[in-house]
């Protein structure tokens, strides 16, 4: 029996007017943007919908942006009655992962969401840093090289064959990069704002506890495959922090899936990030957007 995963899309992959569509020709999703916007003085529709950019790719902003966006196409899918068997979120796209799993609430994932965000922003101002997409090569020979640069600069995301993301010192990141160049790997500077999934993370994932002490976790509905572990896992209140500074694991979440007998993957967020990876990993599985699987007007 064939399976069906959703995908719920990280920072990075946003972009100005996400969103409007669905909040203009939907009340689902007007009244999703609007209880965003309760929370964050109106930023989310406004940096969603009007940008500028500059402003929409900062974690402050981004995160919260993202998860009512996300929140609002699984409520319409949930609406035409597209019901996922197994879920999986990359980075930020976890907490519309446990929603989708009925792990939190959408109200309590975008309290969470909007602190931990908050938390990152903190982090990233005291311990600059900034991350670079590596394209070619082996994820070893890759890790070598970083371990060789002066500095702190890590392996933080196993995308797809072919792509990991590096972060850590803006110094340590920018050298890599040179080194890795000569070695005959692409890289590509990423648009987020701080070195994410890494040690520079550390002191934004112990302040995240003292948030989910006040929000009720509850045991996933369907399989949620952890950022982290990369296999399903029930006890995310553990995950929340441990997870901000861990690396994606993604590669690994996408084969695990295929091996449970997915044949359907649904990216839900904007842009068609996780599609690509998905192309990398595996061409001869249904790929699609949950746009083009909903019948409200886009």
């Given amino acids: 029996m064939s399976k069906t995963a ?86 930020l796209g976890e907490y519309g992962a446990m929603i989708c799993a009925g792990v939190l609430t959408y109200e309590d994932a975008l309290k969470l969401i909007i602190a931990r965000a908050n938390l990152m922003d ?13 394209l070619g090569g082996d994820s070893q020979e890759l ?21 990991t993301v590096i972060a850590g010192e803006h110094k340590s990141v920018e050298n890599a990069v040179n080194e890795l160049s000569k070695k005959g790997f692409r890289c590509v500077p990423l648009s987020v704002t701080g070195a994410f999934h890494s040690d520079h993370m550390l002191s934004a994932a112990e302040k995240i506890t003292q948030f989910t002490e006040a929000i009720q976790f509850n045991k996933p509905v369907i399989p949620l495959v952890s950022n982290v572990s990369a296999k399903p896992e029930t006890d995310f ?20 899936m295929l091996e449970q ?22 061409r001869s599985v249904e790929a699609s957007h949950i746009i083009n699987l909903l019948s409200v007007e886009v």
């Fill in 6 to 91: 959703f995908l719920f899309s990280g920072q990075g992959a946003q972009y100005v007017g996400m969103g409007k569509d669905i909040y203009d020709s939907s009340a689902t999703a007007k009244r999703i943007f609007d209880y965003a916007d309760s929370l964050t003085e109106g930023r989310v529709t406004k940096y969603a919908f009007e940008g500028p950019e500059e402003v929409l790719k900062q974690t402050k902003n981004n995160q919260p942006c993202m998860l009512a966006y996300e929140a609002a196409l699984l409520a319409l899918a949930k609406e035409e009655g597209i019901i996922p068997d197994i879920a999986a979120g990359f980075s």
């Fill in 122 to 134: 903190e982090a990233s101002a005291q311990n600059p840093g900034n991350m670079a997409a590596v």
């Fill in 143 to 163: 890790l070598a090289i970083c371990e060789n640069i002066e500095g702190y600069v890590t392996p933080v995301n196993y995308n797809c064959p072919g792509q």
């Fill in 237 to 256: 209140k553990a995950l929340v922090s441990k997870q901000m500074a861990s690396p994606v694991l993604w590669e690994k979440t996408i084969r695990y």
């Fill in 261 to 282: 007998g997915v044949t359907r993957f649904v990216e839900v967020g904007p842009g068609n990030v996780l599609l690509g990876f998905m192309k990398k990993i595996d």
